[in-house]
T-cell receptor, first 109, second 113 residues
Framework: DAKTTQPNSMESNEEEPVHLPCNHS???????IHWYRQLPSQGPEYVIH???SNVNNRMASLAIAEDRKSSTLILHRATLRDAAVYYC??????????FGKGTSLLVTP | KAGVTQTPRYLIKTRGQQVTLSCSPI?????VSWYQQTPGQGLQFLFE???????NKGNFPGRFSGRQFSNSRSEMNVSTLELGDSALYLC????????????FGSGTQLSVL
């Protein structure tokens, strides 16, 4: 199964933009790129997903490289409530693969 | 609309016992998937059920099994518990099997002593 690679942790200041990278060099043409985040003591929650084009929603933006081998989740203005573990995963036909350990985002005031 | 409900929230078992966890998906959702989360391995896929049939399975031993009922509710069973089975077990649901977003429950924290 196609795998993703994310940094273990990142840090950001409150109200600044955050760019969370994800590498997926073995992605196939039918894999969608999904992002989820997990707050302490909660299950993961959906953030955004896309196939080829950049995507925006009220939570974040997803920038996908032209060759699709990497993507970046962009939080435009980080808040303390954005401190969470962020997972980048690939899905094929809706089949969600392993999430791995994700990136732990620390937001400091 | 109620979210994904998992019961029980916490569970303590001893080695060799078996355990059954329950998951009620969001109304109208027909796909239910299960995940195991541990500090060492992260969040790993166990299996997915759709319309009472197992569609996909992760790389876990046969001690881990599941089923889905006609009302889409799902149960997961682990037999002959081992210490390493201590984990947070998460259930997620979605409407069908296409590339939709998953809705997760809060999980069942299983401790094996």
């Amino acid at each position: 199964d196609a795998k993703t690679t994310q940094p273990n942790s990142m840090e950001s200041n409150e109200e600044e933009p955050v760019h969370l990278p994800c590498n997926h060099s073995t992605i196939s043409g039918t894999d969608y790129i999904h992002w989820y985040r997990q707050l302490p003591s909660q299950g993961p929650e959906y953030v955004i997903h896309g196939l080829t084009s950049n995507v925006n929603n009220r939570m974040a933006s997803l920038a996908i490289a032209e060759d699709r081998k990497s993507s970046t989740l962009i939080l435009h203005r980080a808040t303390l409530r954005d401190a969470a573990v962020y997972y980048c995963i690939l899905t094929y036909s809706g089949y969600a693969l392993n999430f791995g350990k994700g990136t732990s985002l620390l937001v400091t005031p | 609309k109620a979210g994904v409900t998992q019961t029980p929230r916490y569970l303590i078992k001893t080695r060799g016992q078996q355990v059954t966890l329950s998951c009620s998906p969001i109304s109208g959702h027909r796909s239910v998937s299960w995940y195991q989360q541990t500090p060492g391995q992260g969040l790993q896929f166990l299996f997915e059920y759709f319309s009472e049939t197992q569609r996909n399975k992760g790389n876990f031993p046969g001690r881990f099994s599941g089923r889905q009922f006609s009302n889409s509710r799902s149960e997961m069973n682990v037999s002959t518990l081992e210490l390493g089975d201590s984990a947070l077990y998460l259930c997620a649901s979605k409407v069908q099997s296409t590339n939709e977003k998953l809705f997760f429950g809060s999980g069942t924290q299983l401790s094996v002593l």
